[in-house]
């Protein structure tokens, strides 16, 4: 698979409740249930096969809605079965990317917990249960569809969830009248742990945000969202009651989880990776953009996936930039942790920033090893980054005057999207293979890396090996049948560079000092003893230690890995486009950087 994206799959948009802060509007008393269920399975079933055909990987596919527990329990049945199926038949690039999903989730209401107990307890499912804290709002504004407080049936099913076997955990949606009364939410949340018994370590929250949509709906029923004010007053009120008690994980760990980097809502581009499904094939950037021309990408009944993605990608990059790049983002330290926040919001509120934008920077300050503040250089770097990625347009107004004739002069198409590096790369099988990073695999000093080439590499990192640690290059077989006719007459070749500079060349670049270059056959090298048949070995231990002499102190070296065929088509590559050779004037491949301590 070339992409792998995060699925979420809203089989109907039909809702049993009426919160009166719903961001969907009308559209869940308006959805057909009747035909999303009979359609829900095999829309689900065209999709992950049309993902899969276009090499597109749903590392996780879960449940949303409206209300999933409205459809019949034999619709949720073949849904559940069908994302169990498609974990199983992709568990290896799943557990390659880091993913271990291997049962469906669902984001639910719990007021039909019960009856599906059984189905869900069959399946593993994993449960976010949605409530509203404190419990006397939830009697209020999540009330049945003719208005009625169900909140003791609601408490019992918080009973019965606590004993669930498999994993689960609560989400509540706060506005400004949910913090009107910090204490008593504080209270319920105790209420919850020490009464009902359902662990609160697994509990998050999230703030209700401006919606036309819900507007529409509800008119003056509208909940004001919360202020910024308020999002961190509830944060101390919280860090103060639950530090250093059995909840303090939680506190630290899932509560506020939505405003960290690991989130969708930080993305630099959500477009790029996370989409919503739904059964009549229309696909959205998420729940928070459902029914919003906006953020619509297409339908997989009628547009091709990969015309979806990028389209995707587009929308976003739109919204972004029709709210402007805000002065106080572009000299945050933390604008490369939070990237200005949710594109939908932003949308919703016309707002350039993140709309929990004061409360993030206070959890980045109480976690400065999890959440560091760039320094100037790296801050006033990453600005720039993300100005010329987001807002090119800013980037060009802004952009210092051309050079004089005798500057550095390049052709006007080298920034044709066509000619970039990962363009060229992704219409050549043979660069593919050059530039990829499951080629070689090194064994150092008990770490195993994954190689990439330096020009890939978001940052650089440096190894340290001391005399006497074992170094092992795995590589895969099929690399050396890459661009050799007969894998035999190919090699294994490394270059070993040091960083004290030397000049040379027509060019008299300053460049790493070579220390050896190395070729071993391809019949020399040993099956890996780590990673499989797929996989060929060699032991660099004591060809390190050959050239120890060579090795100083506090000076890097440099490893590149590539193979003999491979390197000769680099370079005529670089011979036959002049694109290719500008953006791999340096080494391309795969290398590893350490100091060597005797």
């Known amino acids: 698979m070339d992409r792998a994206i995060h699925l979420l799959y809203v089989p109907t948009l039909c809702c049993n409740l009426s919160c009166s802060y719903c961001y969907l509007g009308k559209q869940t008393t308006e959805a057909a249930l009747k035909k999303d269920a009979q359609r829900a399975v095999q829309t689900l079933r065209h999709t992950l096969d049309a993902l899969k055909a276009a090499g597109v990987l749903a590392f996780n596919v879960s449940l949303h809605g409206g209300e999933v527990t409205t459809l019949p329990a034999p619709v949720l049945d073949e849904l559940f079965g069908m994302i169990r199926t498609h974990y199983l038949e992709h568990f290896d690039a799943l557990n390659a990317l880091g993913h271990k999903k291997s049962a469906p989730h669902i984001k639910t209401n719990l007021f039909k917990f019960a009856p599906f107990y059984d189905l869900f307890d069959q399946h593993k499912v994993s449960i976010s249960a949605s409530i509203d804290l404190p419990l006397a709002l939830h009697a209020r504004h999540r009330t049945t569809r003719g208005g009625t407080d169900w909140l003791p049936r609601t408490l019992d099913n918080i009973r019965l969830l606590a004993r669930y076997p498999h994993a689960k955990k609560i989400s509540a949606t706060l506005s400004a009248e949910h913090l009107a009364d910090i204490p008593a939410l504080v209270h319920d949340i105790w209420f ?64 506020f989880d939505e405003f960290k980097p690991s989130y969708c809502t930080n993305a630099a581009n959500c477009g790029e990776r996370f989409y919503l499904l739904q059964s009549d094939g229309a696909v959205y950037s998420c729940v928070r953009g459902q029914g919003i021309e906006a953020f ?46 949710c594109a939908v919001v932003k949308y919703q509120n016309q707002s350039g920033k993140s709309y929990t934008c004061g409360l993030q920077k206070t959890l980045y300050q109480d976690n400065p090893l999890s959440y560091p503040a760039d320094d100037a250089d790296a801050q006033r770097d990453y600005a720039r980054h993300y100005q010329h990625t987001t807002h090119p347009s800013l980037a060009f ?103 004290t500079p030397v000049v040379y060349g027509d060019e008299q670049r300053t460049k790493q000092e070579h220390i050896f270059t190395y070729q071993l056959y391809a ?22 230690a050959l050239h120890r002499a060579h090795f100083q102190r506090g000076v890097l070296n440099n490893l590149f890995v590539t193979t003999l065929f491979l390197r000769e088509y680099h370079y005529q590559k670089q011979k036959a486009n002049a694109f290719y ?18």
């Open 192 to 255: 919850i742990h020490r009464e009902l018994g359902f662990d609160m370590n697994q509990f998050n929250l999230m703030f209700a945000f401006g919606s036309e949509l819900n507007r529409a709906a509800k008119g003056e029923a509208v909940l004001t969202p919360a202020t910024p004010a308020q999002q961190q007053a509830l944060y101390a009120a919280l860090k103060a009651e639950f530090t250093g008690t059995e909840l303090e994980e939680g506190l630290k760990r899932n509560w």
């Open 523 to 544: 019949n020399c090298l040993e099956p890996s003893t780590r990673w499989g048949d797929d996989y060929l070995q060699c032991d660099l231990t004591g060809l390190l």
């Open 397 to 499: 107004a802004q952009a210092a005057p051309r050079p004089k004739p005798e500057g550095l002069m390049l052709p006007n198409d080298l920034i044709d999207s066509k000619n970039a590096l990962g363009a060229l790369i992704a219409a050549d099988p043979v660069l593919q293979v050059l530039f990829s990073d499951k080629a070689f695999i090194l064994e150092l000093a008990g770490e195993t890396l994954a190689l990439d080439s330096q020009l890939f590499k978001q940052q650089r990192t440096q190894h340290t090996l001391v005399d006497g640690d074992r170094v092992v290059l795995h590589l895969r077989r099929d690399v050396l049948q890459t661009n050799c006719p007969e894998a035999i007459r190919n090699t294994l070749y490394l270059q070993l560079l040091r960083d």
């Open 581 to 598: 050779h500008v953006q791999t004037a340096n080494l391309p491949f795969q290398n590893v950087e350490f100091h060597y301590l005797p």
């Open 296 to 341: 619509r990408y297409g339908n997989v009944f009628e547009d091709p996936i990969l015309h979806i993605l990028d389209n995707g990608a587009r929308k976003i990059r739109a919204v972004h930039q029709a709210q402007g790049f805000d002065a106080s983002c572009q000299s945050c330290n933390h604008l490369s942790t939070c990237n200005t926040g």
